[in-house]
């Protein structure tokens, strides 16, 4: 706040722009200062899309939804998108909350639950939904859900 007031103080500003650069300033001295008293009542910036890069990654969450059972990996989903991973999985986190793959666990263990429900195997639920491997299937399951896919379908 220092700084802010230091800068008003020693405003270099032209005659034309100084209210202006005044009322800015005073305005975020006053935010500041709610900051610190009411920092629940800040609200938190989230950073801004270009339409084009929201649209991409829209593209690749939809590509995901639709091919659950495939293998995908990070570069293939950069280029359906038309930027870099690390760009990618940073934007998809920030607007879905989570990375790329975890994404894709969620809705595969979401959809897995749903299909046990319907009276498919754990083994037929596995392999439909692109896990190689049961066991890792069994323990991924387990660990979201903390009770095994068999189990449930005993109930």
């Known amino acids: 706040m220092r700084e802010i007031l230091q800068r008003i103080i020693y405003c270099n500003v032209s005659r034309s722009l100084r209210k ?17 008293w009411h920092p629940e009542k800040v609200i938190n910036e989230r950073p801004v899309y270009h339409p084009r890069d929201l649209e991409a990654i829209q593209q690749v969450k939809r590509f995901l939804e639709k091919n659950l059972n495939s293998k995908h990996n990070l570069s293939t989903l950069a280029n359906l998108a038309g930027m870099s991973h690390t760009k990618l999985n ?9 990375t790329v793959f975890k994404f894709l666990r969620e809705k595969r263990l979401v959809k897995a639950h749903e299909l046990l429900g319907m009276g498919y195997t754990v083994t037929e639920i596995a392999y439909q939904l692109g896990y190689s491997s049961l066991s890792h299937f069994s ?14 379908r005993r109930q």
């Open 139 to 152: 323990q991924t399951f387990y660990r979201y859900y903390g009770i095994y896919p068999n189990q449930i």
């Open 20 to 36: 202006l650069f005044l009322e800015s300033q005073a305005l975020y001295l006053l935010y500041c200062q709610l900051a610190q």
């Open 90 to 98: 940073r934007c998809f986190k920030e607007i879905y909350g989570l």
